[in-house]
């Protein structure tokens, strides 16, 4: 009867086991998927084929070991690029780096070393885009428990005062995983234009004009605050961050001027910023972009004493979408001044939101009035009898 009973026992408990194993090998196949597993090991290859030296940890850290974790690698079936950890773990890089993608491949840099493993890959998700300024905003599915974000320069004034000072720049050069260069700042470019055109237009194919134009659709018009910095960036540094001395984000690398050396571009943290509030304008493409900029563009009509009559109008002349004249009608008199009551015009040629020079028109003579001390008061005025195209008094005001 022990023996039995003792029988018994063994072959529950058997079958008890074998039901567990069975059980987990269920919940094995549903959450695991073959072919996901092998392209996660093809991008440690990748990673691994161009990183194999190895690197003795230094007793004080250095720029790189206290920032480059919040740097990322991003994997897509049609390239690599890089990408900023910001916070709660969203990926800041570049809308060209992820473009035809709901959901890429990030891998976060190891605790020690370049060496990655199949860990440290999480998909991630897409989640805003702007193509405008060539931004894009991705969310790993399941975070490393202890991630590093790094802060945006917020509190930094993206003007002359920072340009001459050091730039820093983390990514992924041409697969090279996790590389630092230094650099210089060397100028703020505001409301800067640039385009990507599809690999079928820059290809030597000899398109017809039809073709050219399905293309130039497709590509788009880019506009954006930006840095110009001399850090050594190449393909695969796309949609990594700038960083300043104290490891706070300047800008995402984003373009390089490839007919000259150590002309590189980030778009600047406060395009980042508006960028992250989902302060978006609609994308243009190039052609619509050309189309829309061959003649001065009206930006907006305004009737500012709510007669039902426009008092204001902001037109764009320089191409870029942004206002550099104001049309005024000061008196609300269309009786008055030219153009449909129009009084003068305000200009704002370098498009910094203040105005350089005001026009206005008194019988066939045009009056221009300049504040060169940018201070808010006109300083010279300068007058063209007859408006022939000759000044016929300067002078201070």
């Given at each position: 009867?022990?023996?039995?009973?003792?029988?018994?026992?063994?072959?529950?408990?058997?079958?008890?086991?074998?039901k567990?194993?069975?059980?987990?090998?269920?919940?094995?196949?549903?959450?695991?998927?073959?072919?996901?597993?092998?392209?996660?090991?093809?991008?440690?290859?990748?990673?691994?084929?161009?990183?194999?030296?190895?690197?003795?940890?230094?007793?004080?850290?250095?720029?790189?070991?206290?920032?480059?974790?919040?740097?990322?690698?991003?994997?897509?079936?049609?390239?690599?690029?890089?990408?900023?950890?910001?916070?709660?773990?969203?990926?800041?890089t570049?809308w060209?780096?992820?473009?035809?993608y709901?959901?890429?491949?990030?891998?976060?840099?190891?605790a020690?070393?370049?060496?990655?493993?199949?860990?440290?890959?999480?998909?991630?998700?897409?989640?805003?885009?702007?193509?405008?300024?060539?931004l894009?905003?991705?969310?790993?599915?399941?975070?490393?428990?202890?991630?590093?974000?790094?802060?945006?320069?917020?509190?930094?004034?993206?003007?002359?005062?920072?340009?001459?000072?050091?730039?820093?720049?983390?990514?992924h050069?041409?697969?090279?995983?996790?590389?630092?260069?230094?650099?210089?700042?060397?100028?703020?470019?505001?409301?800067?234009?640039?385009?990507?055109?599809?690999?079928?237009?820059?290809?030597s194919?000899?398109?017809s004009?039809e073709?050219?134009?399905?293309?130039?659709?497709?590509?788009?018009?880019?506009?954006?605050?930006?840095?110009?910095?001399?850090?050594?960036?190449?393909?695969?540094?796309?949609?990594?961050?700038?960083?300043?001395?104290?490891?706070?984000?300047?800008?995402?690398?984003?373009?390089?001027?490839?007919?000259?050396?150590?002309?590189?571009?980030?778009?600047?943290?406060?395009?980042?910023?508006?960028?992250?509030?989902?302060?978006?304008?609609?994308?243009?493409?190039?052609?619509?972009?050309?189309?829309?900029?061959?003649?001065?563009?009206?930006l907006?009509?305004?009737?500012?004493?709510?007669?039902?009559?426009?008092?204001?109008?902001?037109?764009?002349?320089?191409?870029?979408?942004i206002?550099?004249?104001?049309?005024?009608?000061?008196?609300?008199?269309?009786?008055?001044?030219?153009?449909?009551?129009?009084?003068?015009?305000?200009?704002?040629?370098?498009?910094?939101?203040?105005?350089?020079?005001?026009?206005?028109?008194?019988?066939?003579?045009?009056?221009?009035e300049?504040?060169?001390?940018?201070?808010?008061?006109f300083?010279?005025?300068?007058?063209d009898?007859?408006d022939?195209?000759?000044?016929?008094?300067?002078?201070?005001?």
């Amino acid at each position: 009867m022990r023996i039995f009973l003792i029988l018994i026992f063994v072959m529950i408990g058997n079958n008890a086991y074998a039901k567990d194993y069975y059980q987990s090998i269920n919940i094995r196949n549903q959450i695991h998927n073959i072919e996901q597993i092998r392209q996660d090991f093809l991008i440690i290859d990748e990673i691994s084929k161009t990183n194999q030296l190895k690197f003795r940890s230094a007793s004080q850290p250095s720029f790189f070991t206290k920032f480059a974790s919040g740097v990322v690698y991003i994997h897509t079936d049609s390239g690599i690029g890089s990408g900023a950890v910001v916070k709660d773990g969203l990926v800041l890089t570049n809308w060209h780096v992820v473009e035809g993608y709901d959901e890429v491949k990030v891998v976060f840099k190891p605790a020690i070393g370049i060496a990655a493993k199949p860990t440290e890959i999480h998909r991630a998700k897409v989640v805003l885009v702007d193509k405008r300024r060539d931004l894009a905003l991705i969310k790993p599915l399941y975070l490393p428990k202890n991630f590093q974000a790094l802060d945006i320069a917020t509190d930094t004034k993206l003007d002359e005062s920072i340009v001459s000072t050091n730039a820093h720049c983390i990514g992924h050069p041409k697969g090279y995983t996790w590389t630092y260069t230094k650099g210089t700042i060397s100028q703020i470019r505001p409301n800067q234009q640039w385009s990507y055109y599809t690999e079928k237009y820059l290809s030597s194919l000899d398109l017809s004009e039809e073709d050219k134009a399905k293309e130039l659709d497709k590509s788009i018009w880019h506009i954006a605050d930006v840095i110009q910095v001399d850090c050594a960036i190449t393909g695969g540094n796309s949609g990594g961050p700038l960083l300043n001395d104290d490891g706070k984000i300047l800008g995402i690398n984003t373009m390089v001027k490839v007919d000259a050396q150590n002309l590189n571009f980030s778009i600047a943290a406060n395009e980042l910023v508006e960028f992250i509030n989902k302060d978006i304008d609609e994308p243009y493409s190039v052609n619509e972009f050309n189309e829309l900029t061959q003649e001065p563009l009206i930006l907006k009509e305004l009737d500012d004493n709510n007669d039902g009559i426009i008092d204001t109008i902001l037109y764009d002349f320089s191409g870029n979408l942004i206002a550099d004249a104001i049309f005024i009608d000061d008196d609300y008199n269309l009786e008055t001044g030219f153009a449909s009551g129009m009084d003068y015009i305000l200009f704002d040629d370098d498009e910094n939101g203040k105005y350089d020079s005001r026009v206005y028109w008194i019988d066939n003579d045009r009056y221009e009035e300049y504040d060169i001390e940018q201070d808010g008061r006109f300083d010279i005025l300068m007058i063209d009898y007859e408006d022939n195209g000759k000044y016929d008094v300067s002078k201070r005001l």
